[in-house]
């Protein structure tokens, strides 16, 4: 299975500043995917990480607020911008390797807006 | 639109028993049903995996059924341990892409 690094593991940030989350995978994938994990709710995602191309974005989520890159087939970038406290989740990033494969999560990034 | 529906949102039972939980959803169209668990303050761990075109997957203690055409799935513990307590996540696959959409999760405490 791939193994996923995610930093920072946990931040604490001031309103209207950003933050920069990275996703590193020991191995190339196919996909990469964003979630955000609201307190006490499950998963969504926000936007798939297209490799060399621009990210396909959920409804509900823009890439002037979330802007996503993939440079390559083990590296995914996610910035949460002009952070609110809404902002206030857990984010993780998942991988998968090629088409019916398991996805596999990283330990997620615990994001706290004062 | 799919919906994932996980009954019950919380359990709790004692060291030994045998349980199941479930997992709903409403478009039967779906690549794939992944369980996962997820312990508190970690990421999710990839339990199982059931193509569309199985019925069931095992590993260990665990056991997971697939009824597409109902739109259902089971996990199936055997002879629970403290250490199963975590939260337990059925996740359906979607389209080309196989986009996870998550159940809100079973909270399972196995009490020694």
């Known amino acids: 299975s791939a193994v996923i690094s995610q930093k920072p593991s946990r931040d604490i940030c001031q309103r209207g500043t950003s933050l920069t989350i990275q996703c590193q995978v020991d191995?190339?994938?196919?996909?990469m995917f964003w979630y955000r994990q609201q307190p006490g709710q499950s998963l969504t995602l926000i936007a798939t990480?297209?490799?060399?191309?621009?990210?396909?974005?959920e409804s509900g989520f823009v890439i002037d607020k979330f802007p996503i890159s993939r440079p390559n087939l083990t590296f995914s970038t996610l910035t949460v911008s002009n952070m609110s406290p809404e902002d206030s989740s857990i984010y993780l990033c998942s991988a998968r390797r090629g088409p019916g494969e398991p996805q596999h999560f990283g330990d997620g990034t615990r994001l706290s807006i004062l | 639109k799919q919906e994932v529906t996980q009954i019950p949102a919380a359990l709790s039972v004692p060291e030994g028993e045998n349980l199941v939980l479930n997992c709903s959803f409403t478009d039967s169209a779906i690549y794939n049903l992944q369980w996962f668990r997820q312990d508190p303050g970690k990421g999710l761990t990839s339990l199982l995996l059931?193509?569309?075109?199985?019925r069931e997957q095992t590993s260990g203690r665990l056991n997971a059924s697939l009824d597409k055409s109902s739109g259902r799935s089971t996990l199936y513990i055997a002879a629970s341990q403290p250490g199963d307590s975590a939260t337990y996540l059925c996740a359906v696959a979607q389209g080309g892409s196989e986009k996870l959409v998550f159940g809100k999760g079973t909270k399972l405490t196995v009490n020694p």
């Open positions: 059931i193509q569309s075109s199985q």
């Open positions: 191995s190339q994938v196919t996909m």
């Open positions: 990480a297209n490799q060399g191309s621009e990210a396909t974005y």
